[in-house]
């Protein structure tokens, strides 16, 4: 059986410059790029839709998480471009986590494993 590899997202929104402009802003700040954000060779596309609203009425349906081997490095990366923090950074068992979100409302984790 082959498993298929997750490459990409499209993230369905109704203000696409404002929020392709904040991802790259708070991820991916050296992408000048047009079209779907490289993330590590993860694509994020961003398109506008008409069957969303502004705000995301379920954000924990899904959950953006970005594992990083430097989270201090990457912590202070995002508090420099101004993110919102849903949870604050807390050490459990497994790691470090840390929740934000997008201006949609989306939630973003960014994880350390142990």
């Not at 790029?33 to 596309?45: A, K, S, Y």
């Not at 081997?69 to 604050?88: I, M, R, Y």
């Amino acid at each position: 059986m082959i498993t298929p590899k997750l490459s990409s997202m499209l993230l369905g929104t109704t203000r696409p410059a404002e929020l392709r402009e904040w991802y790259r802003k708070v991820l991916a700040p050296e992408y000048k790029g047009e079209g779907p954000i490289d993330l590590g060779g993860f694509l994020l596309v961003i398109e506008e839709r008409d069957d969303v609203d502004v705000k995301n009425a379920e954000p924990g349906r899904m959950i953006i998480n970005f594992h990083v081997d430097d989270f201090d490095s990457v912590e202070a990366q995002l508090q420099a471009a101004g993110v919102n923090w849903t949870s604050p950074v807390a050490d459990r068992p497994s790691g470090r986590f840390g929740t934000f979100t997008d201006p949609d409302g989306n939630l973003l984790q960014i994880i350390q494993f142990k």
